[in-house]
């Protein structure tokens, strides 16, 4: 079975960061893309950041430009998004999400994590 497993959401201040986990199983990272998407209270759900399988080529939301970094470590089986300087308007259900092949955001995506709250306020 294809399962996907988030972590490392929390309450956090301005400014501060986080480092989310998605811990996969069911699947390998050199044969399936992984993307980090959030949905914010009154919004739809977006695209934050990609990795793409197979290069590892990232993508990212221009929103998180420059303040969020995603990665993987293939022998672990975990993709982690880096979240540094954080605003309130990152507050949002983080939820990480996996496509067989090389892809980008824009792709459909086909397996789910059930989400992890992060909440930026002071």
């Known amino acids: 079975q294809v399962r996907l497993v988030e972590s490392g959401g929390d309450l956090v201040q301005p400014g501060g960061s986080l480092r989310l986990s998605c811990a996969v199983s069911?699947?390998?990272?050199?044969?399936?893309?992984i993307g980090w998407f959030r949905q914010a209270p009154g919004k739809e759900r977006e695209g934050v950041s990609c990795?793409?399988?197979?290069?590892?080529?990232?993508y990212y939301e221009d929103a998180v430009k420059g303040r969020f970094t995603i990665s993987r470590d293939i022998a672990k089986s975990t993709v982690y998004l880096q979240m540094n300087s954080l605003e309130p308007e990152d507050t949002a259900v983080y939820y990480c999400?996996?496509?067989?092949?090389?892809?980008?955001?824009?792709?459909?995506?086909?397996?789910w994590g059930q989400g992890t709250q992060v909440t930026v306020s002071s």
């Open positions: 069911g699947l390998s990272l050199n044969e399936y893309s």
């Open positions: 999400a996996a496509r067989r092949g090389m892809a980008t955001c824009t792709a459909e995506y086909d397996y």
């Open positions: 990795i793409s399988s197979s290069d590892g080529s990232t």
